[in-house]
C-alpha cells in the first residue's frame, strides 16, 4: 500500500477529520465503510459524491454504544433492545423511526434510520472520540465489490477519501443484515451477516418480503444491481464440465475434483464452512475480477445461514453482469 499510505491515519486524526467534515474510510467486522458525520448535510452529501451514489439509496448510522439510541431513534421498542442486547455490537442494523437531528439525506427522505454498533474495537474508539454519529455505506463506488482491506479502498476511491484508518482485513466480510421494526413486527430487508435463523432463534417468525429488490429502497443494498465486479458474473448450481473462454474463473464453496477448465480458482472455504466463505468473499471476487477474465462462474451457496445472505450477493453481481451485456 505504498502509494496510499499518506492516507493511512491514526485513531485520534481520524476522529478530528470526522468533526471537520471530512470522509473518513473505517474498517468494521463486515466490510469498510466511507464514514462522515451524520448530523452534517454537507459532509453526508461528499459520502454519495464520492461513491457515485443515487441520493434515493439510504445510509446506515454507526454509534459506538446503546447509550447513544436516543440521539438517532425516536422509538426503540422491546424487541430492538432484545437484538441488541444479544447481537450489539455486530452486524445487524435497525431500521427504526428517525429523530429530527438525522438528516433526510441520510435516509434519503425517508421517515425511518438504520443503525448499528459495530464490532470493531479502532473503529468505535473513533466513533466515541469524534463524539458524533458516523454514516457509512461501504467504502467503494456505488454498486462495486464491496471493501474488505484498505487496499481495497485506496485502490478503488483513491484520492476520493480524506483518510483510511487501517484495521486489517474485515472479520465477517459481507454487509450486516438489515431488520426493519414498525407495527407489522420485524421484517428482513436484507440478509447479511447474522443468520435469519440465529434471529429467529431470539425473537420469533420474522416476515420476509415478497423481494428484496427495490427501485426506491427502504434500506442499502436493495437495488436489483450491486455489489458487482467489473467482470461479467454467471450464477450455476454446479460446476460446470466445460466452459465457453479459456479465460473463465470459478468461485465456489469447495470442491475435492480437478478443475483445468478454469483459469483462476478461489475456493471459499476447504472444510465448506459458510462463515469462513463469507470472511473470504469480496477478496476472492476482488482477485477473479483483477485477473482478466472473459467470465466468473459462481457456483450457488447452500440457502441456509450465511448462504442466504452470500446468494443474495451473487445474483446482485449477476444482475448487473447481465445488464452490461445487453
Known amino acids: 500500500m505504498s502509494e496510499s499510505n499518506n492516507l493511512i ?13 471530512g470522509l473518513v474510510a473505517l474498517p468494521t467486522e463486515t466490510v469498510y465503510g466511507l464514514g462522515a458525520n451524520a448530523l ?17 439509496d439510504p445510509l446506515i448510522v454507526h454509534v459506538p454504544d446503546i447509550d447513544w439510541m436516543p440521539r438517532i431513534v425516536s422509538e426503540f ?10 447481537f450489539w455490537p455486530g452486524p445487524l442494523t435497525l431500521v427504526l423511526p428517525k429523530v429530527p437531528a438525522i438528516p433526510d439525506l441520510v435516509t434519503s427522505g425517508l421517515p425511518n434510520v438504520g443503525v448499528r454498533i459495530p464490532d470493531h474495537e479502532l473503529t468505535r474508539q473513533v466513533l466515541r472520540l469524534a463524539n458524533v ?14 471493501p474488505t482491506t484498505a487496499e481495497h479502498v485506496y485502490q478503488q476511491l483513491g484520492l476520493r477519501v480524506d483518510a483510511i484508518l487501517d484495521g486489517g482485513p474485515c472479520r465477517v466480510g459481507i454487509e450486516s443484515t438489515i431488520l426493519q421494526i414498525d407495527k407489522h413486527g420485524v421484517t428482513l430487508l436484507r440478509p447479511g451477516g447474522i443468520s435469519l435463523e440465529e434471529i429467529e432463534a431470539l425473537i420469533g417468525t420474522v416476515n420476509l418480503p415478497e423481494s428484496t429488490v427495490s427501485k426506491t429502497p427502504i434500506a442499502p443494498g436493495m437495488l436489483a444491481s450491486h455489489y458487482a465486479p467489473r467482470t461479467p458474473l454467471k450464477i450455476v448450481n454446479e460446476i460446470p464440465s466445460s466452459v465457453e473462454s479459456s479465460r473463465t474463473g470459478l468461485l465456489v464453496l469447495c ?14 472455504s476447504p472444510t465448506g464452512s459458510l462463515v469462513t466463505a463469507a470472511a473470504n468473499f469480496f477478496q476472492a471476487l476482488h482477485r477473479l ?15 441456509r445461514g450465511l ?8 445474483q446482485r453481481a449477476e ?3 447481465v445488464h452490461q451485456s445487453k
Open 77 to 86: 421498542p422491546r424487541v430492538a433492545v432484545q437484538l441488541a442486547e444479544r
Open 9 to 21: 491515519v491514526t485513531i485520534e486524526r481520524a476522529a478530528s477529520i470526522l468533526q471537520e467534515g
Open 319 to 321: 444482475h448487473r453482469g
Open 255 to 268: 470442491n475435492d475434483t480437478e478443475l483445468q477448465q478454469f483459469a483462476k480458482i478461489e475456493l471459499l
Open 40 to 56: 452534517d448535510p454537507i459532509a453526508v452529501a461528499r459520502i454519495f459524491a464520492a461513491k457515485e451514489r443515487p441520493f434515493f
Open 307 to 314: 448462504g442466504r445472505a452470500l446468494n443474495d450477493r451473487l
Open 133 to 146: 454519529p458516523v454514516a457509512a455505506p461501504s467504502a467503494n463506488p456505488f454498486g462495486r465489490l464491496s
Open 289 to 303: 475480477d483483477a485477473a482478466g477474465l472473459d467470465e466468473i462462474i459462481a457456483v450457488r451457496f447452500p440457502d
